[in-house]
């Protein structure tokens, strides 16, 4: 199978050029959207970035794809795909175009295909002869600006959770973790499976009917988990005196995915890609393409870069559905859309004066701690960012929620923060 989505500058610098095209191909959360709810496999679901909580000095970044995966999924457990680039992208001068890109691709192996089985015996280690199945990733750095491309580590996702008879006596974690990588760079990477983190009541979309049931309990992502010394990502590589305002004290994330242009099928030889990469998903904020982009521009929203958000999809964001929605529905006393429209909501998108965009963003100066981390300053993994958005959205100065206020499974304090994914076969 060729590869066909950019593994060259020239080919990345060219999807990005692209940004704002009404006319590129149509397609993050959560199955947010009708084309990549038929391409779990790009589907971004959540971002986090906050400051480590080991070292201030470190920022951690967290992509998840794939959506509410059930654990007992075999015999093909789920992976990254091999044909997706998935993509950090990241803006350190305020104007909401990528200056660094972290990107991951995936190379799938199986060492004996005369068998179904995932894993032909108890799995001991990441490198363990009977782990049948495994996934090799590399990580590539790109400096747009100045035109660079590094490869900062190669590495091994760690294994699905398959169950007690494949990770006897709970060995499963320390089989995991093992996956953990670091380059001589200082940069920290993680692919594999995690417990879902989004903790949220999905009746939700039943007519707003939440109930205080945690939905997505027992469920598992891909996650993807980066950590890098802040320095590495700032502009000019030294972080802003504390109390900094400027554009440069906040950096600005957005989590993609990318697939060919062109896939061809054929009986003989399966598929081929061919090819420059076309986005397919986004996510920066967390639930705006799944419940302030109307159904007719959610393709759309995932073709289309965060730079053009405002000229896009402004007046959605000004005149929001989702109140309107709480007050027919719950009567939930919701405010009025203003005169001039929720520019509240435009100014929490763009701080320090940086360009309106769904880009979630972070303050860098020097001082800033995992304390000064939290929505809509960064995200960690315990942010109720669900009951923050319809408080937000609501505007009477009440707070709005689901109900569920913490997720199933509690985070660890050590890379990759995110917990253990559910089993298989507990």
């Keep these: 199978m060729k590869k066909l ?11 990005f050029a692209s940004v704002g095209s009404s006319t590129t191909i149509l397609a993050s959360s959560h199955r947010e959207a ?48 091999d044909s ?36 032909t015996g108890p799995i001991e280690s990441l490198q363990s002869a009977n782990l ?12 747009l600006n100045k035109g660079t491309r590094t490869k900062v580590l190669e590495g091994q996702t760690a294994p699905w959770n398959v169950g007690k008879r494949s990770f006897p006596n709970n060995s499963y974690e320390s089989v995991a973790l093992q996956a953990v990588k670091t380059s001589p760079s200082g ?35 891909m996650s993807l988990v980066l950590e890098v010394p802040i320095t590495d990502v700032v502009r000019g590589g030294e972080r802003p005196a504390a109390g900094a305002t400027g554009k440069k004290s906040v950096l600005g994330l957005y989590a993609s995915a990318d697939r060919a242009e062109l896939t061809y099928r054929s009986r003989a030889f399966g598929e081929e890609h061919f090819g420059q990469g076309v ?43 989702v109140p309107k929605l709480l007050n027919a529905v719950l009567g939930a006393g919701c405010a009025p859309t203003p005169n001039g429209g929720r520019t509240d909501i435009v100014g929490l998108l763009s701080p320090n004066g940086t360009t309106p965009a769904d880009l979630l963003r972070i303050n860098i100066n020097a001082g800033q701690t995992f304390q000064n981390s939290g ?34 499974k509690p985070f660890t304090d050590s890379f990759p923060y995110l917990a253990s994914p559910a089993s298989g076969n507990p």
Aim: one cysteine or more.
């Design 187 to 221: 940069t920290t990477a993680f692919a594999g499976p995690r417990d879902e983190p989004f903790f949220v009541d999905l009746h939700v979309f039943d007519l707003l009917g939440v109930g205080g049931a945690p939905t997505t309990d027992g469920v598992n992502v």
């Design 375 to 408: 929505f809509p300053n960064g995200r960690k993994l315990t942010d109720d960012v669900t009951d923050t958005l319809l408080t937000v959205a609501c505007n009477n100065g009440s707070p709005i929620g689901d109900g569920v206020n913490a997720n199933d």
């Design 84 to 119: 997706v680039h998935y993509r950090f992208n990241i803006d350190n001068d305020g104007d909401a175009k990528p200056d660094l890109v972290y990107l991951f691709t995936f190379e799938n192996e199986v060492k004996n295909g005369k068998t179904f089985l995932y894993n």
């Design 5 to 15: 989505l950019p593994a060259t500058l020239a080919g990345l610098a060219a999807a």
């Design 279 to 321: 986005q397919v998903s986004r996510l920066g904020w967390p639930l705006v393409n799944e419940v302030i982009i109307p159904l007719r521009d959610k393709d759309r929203f995932n073709r289309s870069n965060p730079v053009n958000d405002v000229t896009n999809f402004g007046q959605y964001i000004l005149d929001p559905e």
């Design 34 to 81: 009708p084309a990549i709810s038929e391409d779990q496999f790009a589907d971004n679901t959540d971002v986090y970035m906050f400051i480590s909580p080991k070292d201030p000095t470190r920022l951690v970044m967290v992509a998840n794809y794939v959506p509410l995966l059930i654990p007992s999924s075999g015999p093909n457990f789920y992976r990254f795909s």
């Design 132 to 143: 049948n199945v495994r996934q090799k990733y590399t990580l590539f750095r790109f400096d």
